[in-house]
Every structure is written in C-alpha cells, then in structure tokens.
C-alpha cells in the first residue's frame, strides 16, 4: 500500500471526528494541502466555523500546507474583524447605518493579509490565529496560544501572546529539511521512508534524494 487515500473525507475507518481537512471545506477562500488533518471532539463541520470574520467582499485568504495538524477548538481570526486603532473611536459606527453610513468615508478598515500556515505544522488544541501570521513549515503551536506575530520555521511556540520557547533542531539541520521539503515528495516515496521521517536524523533523509 502507499499510504492512506488523500482524497478520503474520513481516512480512519469507523471514525468521523478526524477528517482529511481539504475533502470537506466549501469556502474558496479556505485553500488546504494534501493529507492535513483536523480532529474535532464534535463535528469536524466545525472547522469553517472555526474561521472567524472571513467576509467575501474582503476576500482574504486562509492558505495551509500539506500534512498539517489541527486540533479542536482551533481559531483563524481573518480581517474581518478588525476595527480602526488609529482613529479616536474603534466603534464600527457605519455598519449600524440610520445616519451613520458616511462614518467610513474616506476611510478604510484595518487588513494585514492571509493567514499562511505552512507544511508539517501542528497547531494544538484551541490556539487562535490572528490575521496576517505566517506560520513556517514545521512549526509547533502550543494548546491554548494566541499567534499575533510570524512563527519561524520548525520553532515552538506558546503563551498569549505566543512567544517562541525553543527551535526543534538545530539551525543546519533547519536548514537541510526546509531545502529537502519531504512534504512534496511523491506518496511513494514518503511511504518508503516512514522509518527514517520518524527518526531525528536527517542524513538518512538526504541520503534518498
């Protein structure tokens, strides 16, 4: 066999709280990798709900890589939740209207961009994702965090807000995973090296290439 079925909505058998996340999203805005699970202690419907403020006319993105993992209870806070903070008042006044429509003439809400989360990142239970964060690939996100800043690659990060509490290896072999970029390898290829993915050395890994 090569691996479970990337196409599978429920790839564990007799299981429906843990699904392959792109076989189940509808929002175009939501773009997720191959073999990026969630796992909801509910309903994994839960997710796009989950994706808080993602108005259409902002048409900001939520963009996740390949062989990510998310836990339950995880929030992405788009853009549409933003209110002005350079301005006296961060009262949305023209959305009410009855004479308060022209409150945002001239004037634009505040939009820091996608949230990109990158390949072979996991995101643990109920951490939130404010708009604009790029997480890097390999990345650790602690239970209960609030990412309001960048997350470098193959770093763990915790607390609100979330700080970086240490690198999970060293800067070369950082370097090394990040140009082998595994998560694109052919599914067979994976496959054939489980052993040596799941080990903490990555010369057996270069030396596949």
């Known amino acids: 066999m090569q691996g479970p079925n990337k196409d599978s909505k429920f790839p564990l058998p007799h299981h429906n709280k843990l699904c392959f996340l ?21 309903n994994v419907e839960n997710f796009e709900e989950n994706v808080k403020y993602n108005f259409d006319f902002i048409n900001d993105k939520l963009i996740i890589g390949k062989f990510c993992m998310i836990a339950s209870g995880v929030k992405f806070i788009m853009n549409g939740g933003n209110h002005l903070t350079n301005a006296l008042s961060a009262y949305p006044f023209a959305i009410f209207g009855n004479g308060w429509e022209k409150a945002m003439k001239g004037k634009e809400y505040p939009n820091k961009g996608d949230i990109t989360v990158g390949n072979d990142v996991w995101i643990g239970h ?12 390999g990345a650790i996100i602690a239970t209960n965090s609030t990412v309001v800043r960048d997350v470098a690659p193959y770093s763990i990060v915790g607390g609100n807000p979330a700080n970086e509490i240490k690198k999970r290896f060293d800067e070369e072999t950082i370097k090394e995973l990040l140009e082998l970029q595994w998560w694109n390898w052919p599914v067979e290829k994976i496959t054939e090296n489980l052993e040596n993915l799941t080990n903490n050395t990555v010369n057996k890994l270069k030396n596949t290439q």
């Open 126 to 137: 109920n951490a939130t994702i404010m708009a604009g964060v790029k997480i890097g690939d």
């Open 22 to 42: 792109k076989n189940i999203i509808k929002n175009p805005n939501i773009i997720v990798g191959d073999y990026t699970y969630y796992d909801d202690f509910e």
